[in-house]
């Protein structure tokens, strides 16, 4: 599992510095290179999981993004 976790982290900064690269002179640019990414991950699930399990996975993530909305919703800070 740490090897799997390790790979996840590599790729995770390679990506990072490929954005920041593409971003430095047009950081506007950004919903252009996250649609970029995104497509190249659409196709990397399509090829590995098939068109249903890549749906799985877009939809675990967008299940993610409502989960981490709920949970900050919850954690609004208050004045004592």
């Not at 900064?13 to 990414?37: H, T, W």
């Not at 699930?45 to 749906?55: N, R």
């Amino acid at each position: 599992m740490d090897q799997k976790i390790q790979k996840i982290s590599d790729v995770m900064r390679k990506a990072e510095l490929l954005i920041q690269e593409e971003l430095s002179g047009a950081p506007e640019d950004a919903p252009l290179v996250a649609s970029g990414l995104l497509a190249v991950t659409r196709n990397l699930y399509v090829q590995t999981l098939g068109i249903d399990g890549a749906v799985k996975m877009f939809e675990a993530v967008a299940d993610s993004f409502v989960i981490t909305e709920e949970f900050l919703d919850h954690i609004k800070p208050t004045i004592h």
